[in-house]
Structure formats: structure tokens, C-alpha cells
């Protein structure tokens, strides 16, 4: 038996009820927000390090046969510019595709996670984009959702 889950050619996701194998090419979408700079009236730092993460998340996903794009300093309610760029990915045809990512750094609250005009979007809402209705071609896929976000000084009820 193979006890390495990478096979050439094929990537397989599991996990307790389903197997997934991931073999189109590419294997799906990947979308990376990086929120690096912050409105001055926001309250919220720069993120430090997050231009290395980014480069360091495109080389691993572009590696796993994703289209990778990644969009950069993206503000919340104002042009609603974040909510914009993951309806665009979840309004694209996904139907030849196998599954689909989406990776925000940035700052976050138990409201949500940050734009850079300090303004939250629900972790929620972000991730009901993708649902069934709403991008039927990804409707049985693995969609996958990473989310590295500083809290600031806020103490999350899960880190108490």
C-alpha cells in the first residue's frame, strides 16, 4: 500500500464520508485576498509578513495544478471590492473542475474578517457564495476555505 496520499497526476481529498479525487487540470480555482494595508481610521496595522505567506500560498497551490489569482489591499464595504472578487469566482463556470479555494489574510474579529477600510464581512456570508444555490457548478465539490486572520489585541471567546 501507498501511505503517501499525493499520487502523480491526481490529488486525493477524504475524509470521513467521501472521497474526492481531484484529477481535472487545472484542478480548480484559487483565490487568495491579501490584506496587507489598512485605512488610517481603521485602527488596524499593517500585516507584516503577509506578502511572504501569499507568495509562499501561490507557489503551493499553483504546485497542486490550481489557477491561482490573487488580488491584494481589498476593502469591505467600499466598492465592496472583496465581496466583489468572490461573487466573480463564484459566478465563473466550475463545472470542468474538481474543486475550488479560497484564502483570505487579513485581520479578523468574531464579526468577521476585515476589509481594509476596517469594515468586517461575516465569515458566513463569505463562504454562502459558494453554496449550492449559489454556484450550482460547485455543488457536490470540495470547496475550501483558509483564513489567516490577526485578531489584534481581541480575546476570541475560543482562545480564552
Known amino acids: 500500500t501507498?501511505?503517501?496520499?499525493?499520487?502523480?497526476?491526481?490529488?486525493?481529498?477524504?475524509?470521513?464520508?467521501?472521497?474526492?479525487?481531484?484529477?481535472?487540470?487545472?484542478?480548480?480555482?484559487?483565490?487568495?485576498?491579501?490584506?496587507?494595508?489598512?485605512?488610517?481610521?481603521?485602527?488596524?496595522?499593517?500585516?507584516?509578513?503577509?506578502?511572504?505567506?501569499?507568495e509562499k500560498l501561490e507557489k503551493r497551490f499553483k504546485a497542486l495544478c490550481f489557477d491561482v489569482l490573487t488580488r491584494r489591499d481589498l476593502k469591505a464595504?467600499?466598492?465592496?471590492?472583496?465581496?466583489?472578487?468572490?461573487?466573480?469566482?463564484?459566478?465563473?463556470?466550475?463545472?470542468?473542475?474538481?474543486?475550488?479555494?479560497?484564502?483570505?489574510?487579513?485581520?479578523?474579529?468574531q464579526v468577521g474578517i476585515y476589509g481594509t477600510d476596517g469594515k468586517p464581512i461575516p465569515i458566513e456570508k463569505i463562504v454562502n457564495y459558494f453554496n449550492g444555490s449559489n454556484c450550482p457548478s460547485l455543488r457536490g465539490k470540495p470547496k475550501l476555505f483558509f483564513i489567516q486572520a490577526c485578531g489584534g489585541g481581541e480575546s476570541l471567546f475560543w482562545l480564552q
Open 77 to 109: 464595504q467600499v466598492r465592496l471590492e472583496m465581496v466583489s472578487e468572490l461573487r466573480k469566482l463564484a459566478w465563473r463556470d466550475h463545472s470542468t473542475l474538481d474543486c475550488c479555494v479560497v484564502v483570505i489574510l487579513s485581520h479578523g474579529c
Open 2 to 54: 501507498n501511505s503517501n496520499p499525493l499520487q502523480i497526476g491526481c490529488l486525493i481529498a477524504t475524509c470521513a464520508c467521501q472521497v474526492y479525487e481531484l484529477k481535472a487540470d487545472p484542478c480548480g480555482h484559487c483565490l487568495i485576498l491579501n490584506n496587507v494595508n489598512f485605512s488610517g481610521d481603521s485602527d488596524l496595522s499593517t500585516r507584516e509578513g503577509s506578502d511572504v505567506d501569499c
